[in-house]
């Protein structure tokens, strides 16, 4: 099967499911990393994110623990996007370092809104390059103005990293 796929595409395993299943629809927890690096890399720039920012990951992990006892996320939902609900449990929001200058952004959740995730990395990077505080992101949240929130960051660097079902 990995013959005829994309090349950006590969099959691990291949399970027997019941004809019930759907693969968006059944899905409990859905992880999205997101990636960045400071420092200039011709290997990283398809798929990660570069920046020269001096981010205070300390202040955005806490940032991200905010994030995970909130529900409600019209703050991060694309503007004029069809969102019937705009709740989400979100497990895990944290920044990982792998490298002296590189980190990605682990974020699991029941589900998600569209642009949510690109949103949320965006007022994280406010929070994190201290142009909001802890207090502002406490607002932003609760007032769920998409406006108030940061901007969204590029795609190229948001990866799907796991799916339970």
Not at 6 to 20: E, L, R
Not at 29 to 51: A, M, Q, V
Request: aromatic share 12%; proline share 2%; with cysteine.
């Amino acid at each position: 099967i990995n013959r005829i796929l994309p090349s950006d595409i590969a099959v691990n395993k291949i399970y027997a499911v019941s004809n019930d299943m759907h693969a968006r629809f059944s899905a409990r927890w859905r992880t999205y990393h997101y990636y960045i690096h400071t420092s200039k890399d011709p290997f990283l720039c398809h798929y990660s994110l570069e920046t020269h920012y001096d981010l205070d990951f300390e202040l955005m992990n806490k940032g991200g623990m905010m994030i995970q006892r909130h529900h409600d996320f019209a703050a991060f939902c694309k503007a004029g996007a069809d969102c019937r609900t705009t709740i989400c449990n979100v497990t895990e929001c944290r920044w990982v370092q792998t490298s002296a200058t590189s980190w990605y952004l682990a974020i699991t959740a029941n589900r998600f809104l569209r642009n949510m995730v690109r949103a949320v990395v965006g007022t994280l990077f406010l929070l994190g390059r201290h142009k909001i505080t802890l207090e502002d992101l406490e607002r932003i949240l609760n007032e769920g103005n998409r406006s108030s929130a940061g901007e969204s960051m590029p795609g190229h660097a948001l990866f799907l990293e796991k799916v339970e079902y």
